[in-house]
């Protein structure tokens, strides 16, 4: 695998030159004399609604999917793709319900928001919270797993490993400093990179098990025959383990709880990301409505088609290792590691391709790291620096210290990441990313579902909901069956191999939320009944155009099919 051909080395090149002469193109050609912070921070509203949905996605793939959600697909199959598809729907509330309302308040950014609906203590609290989240697990984490996998890929051992770190940390400023206009229309292609790129490997999968089998290079038959070989692996609900099932069944069902998870943490999982989260909504917050919602809902048509550049990888692999194929990717304990699936799948590519699978990583790599970037640098310059430091800035100051911002935070990821002081990989990436934000999701969606509909909401009630989202998250996943026992009548706690019990975590944090919620609500019955900071809009805004409404069906009528044939 290590052998990259001159014409993989002239694919990966063709990428990055590609990828570099377009940013500063559109640098160039859209700069006007003088960049303001609306220019700076959202585009000055110049992102058309494809740049917006291809950079919401390029944004969301990193590493962590290509590594994290390919291993799930070898352990578990395509149940790990309700985390996609569950998006796609909540991108649909996102566009009709939560943009309309983003807009008319005309923020830059989330902790703006909960200053106009709250008081500034807590958008305080948040926009600091939100930066240590994004410097010290986003960054470091796309960062460390984003140099693991293509040093694995390319090879070089230790000293490849930090030098492809540096690397792509240039390649994300270099993007990050043009601002997010730059940002955006290079996550353009970024995105098809990532989607071509990653269609190919997953049609060498199909087909290398259809050849396994002796079916000939037929990517359809390499498919039936997945499905046939490893018909356990193509079933989205797990059942509930009973008494004396082994504990692989019990892993997976902690791993994505069977029908409860829908009635708990997939809902806070995803509207925290795609509708709370200023890495994400900071693509759409420059444009219009229409703009805005038709590049939204574009975002979730694209979510439909990432479990088959992710997920199939990993249950090919998972065939091909059942029947003899991966032998050379088992450790010395004769196990096979599920973070190596789509490495292992990697390992038969053909010259060219190889390079285009390194260039699709890469891609999602920097697309993540840029997108990241950019928020850190709009959070803290306006939001604290202009906020609470100097008030008096001019905006060619607010743009100069947003790009210093984005060279401090990028420096402070590779220090970070560098001997990985924060145990990134003892943890594992996506294990490390899930734990440190899934803790305070229950809260924020909470924090903002409540502040954006319910006008009685008070700030004290939004404060007492973040600590409590917070301290409730910990409890459920870690002290509640020691206190309250396995089996309670909100919960069922299943041993989980390590001489302990747990929850399943996407029901903790269900758990967590439907607590928090009630806790605000009656601190804000208690409050005053007229509330100064509530919004009022008028319920028409929620209207949408008859070209929304098509996109709306055609998305949920993908899904429906896509759980009609697997559930």
Not at 150 to 156: A, E, H, R, T, W
Not at 535 to 563: N, Q
Request: neutral net charge; glycine residues 10%.
């Amino acid at each position: 695998m290590n052998a990259f051909n001159s014409l993989d080395i002239a694919v990966f090149l063709f990428y990055l030159v590609g990828v570099s002469a377009y940013g500063y193109y559109v640098y160039r050609s859209k700069q006007k004399a003088q960049m303001d912070t609306k220019d700076y921070f959202l585009a000055e509203g110049s992102l058309t609604w494809w740049a917006i949905g291809a950079s919401m996605i390029a944004s969301n793939i990193s590493a962590e999917q290509f590594i994290g959600m390919s291993g799930n697909g070898f352990t578990v199959g395509v149940a790990v793709a309700a985390y996609e598809w569950v998006a796609a729907i909540v991108l649909i509330i996102v566009a009709v319900f939560f943009m309309p309302i983003y807009l008319k308040q005309k923020i830059y950014t989330m902790p703006q928001f909960l200053e106009q609906r709250y008081n500034a203590t807590l958008s305080l609290i948040m926009s600091i919270f939100w930066l240590f989240l994004y410097v010290l697990v986003n960054l470091t984490s796309i960062l460390y797993l984003g140099a693991l996998a293509i040093s694995n890929l390319v090879g070089g051992g230790g000293n490849a490993f930090h030098l492809i770190m540096v690397a792509l940390a240039v390649f994300a400023l270099v993007i990050t400093l043009g601002g997010m206009k730059v940002v955006g229309y290079t996550d353009v292609i970024q995105v098809v990179v990532l989607i071509v790129g990653g269609l190919a490997t997953t049609y060498l999968a199909l087909t290398l098990v259809s050849e396994k089998f002796g079916l000939g290079h037929n990517a359809v038959a390499g498919f039936n025959m997945m499905m046939q070989d490893a018909g356990d692996h193509f079933h989205m609900i797990f059942e509930k383990p009973a008494p004396g099932d082994p504990q692989v069944e019990i892993n997976k069902y902690l791993m994505l709880p069977g029908i409860a998870m829908y009635l708990a943490g997939q809902w806070i999982v995803n509207l925290n990301y795609w509708g709370c989260n200023q890495y994400i909504t900071q693509r759409a917050l420059g444009a219009d409505l229409k703009t805005a919602r038709t590049g939204i809902l574009f975002a979730g048509l694209l979510k439909l088609l990432m479990p088959v550049i992710v997920m199939l990888p990993g249950i090919a692999a998972y065939v091909l290792h059942k029947n003899g194929g991966l032998q050379a990717e088992m450790n010395s304990t004769g196990s096979f590691n599920p973070d190596n699936a789509y490495s292992a799948i990697l390992t038969f590519l053909p010259n060219g391709l190889k390079g285009l699978s390194l260039a699709a990583l890469t891609a999602a790599i920097v697309a993540s790291l840029a997108g990241k970037a950019n928020s850190i640098s709009t959070i803290f310059t306006l939001d604290i620096y202009k906020r609470y430091l100097r008030p008096e800035s001019d905006e060619k100051k607010l743009v100069w210290v947003g790009r210093m911002t984005v060279l401090v935070a990028m420096l402070l990821a590779v220090a970070l990441t560098w001997q990985d002081l924060l145990g990134i990989g003892g943890e594992g990436g996506f294990t490390y990313i899930q734990k440190y934000t899934g803790f305070i999701s229950p809260g924020i969606v909470a924090v903002f579902i409540l502040g954006l509909f319910w006008q009685r909401t008070t700030a004290p009630a939004a404060i007492a909901g973040i600590l409590s989202g917070f301290l409730l998250s910990v409890f459920f996943n870690n002290y509640a069956p020691a206190v309250f026992g396995h089996e309670t009548l909100f919960y069922t706690a299943f041993p989980n191999g390590k001489g302990g019990y747990e929850i399943p975590f996407l029901i903790c944090m269900g758990l967590s939320f439907a607590f928090t919620f009630a806790l605000m609500v009656g601190m804000s019955l208690a409050g005053p009944v007229v509330n100064p900071r509530a919004l009022h809009f008028d319920a028409r805004i929620f209207k949408v155009s008859p070209a929304v409404m098509s996109l709306i069906v055609v998305t949920m009528l993908m899904i429906t099919a896509l759980y009609v044939k697997f559930w």
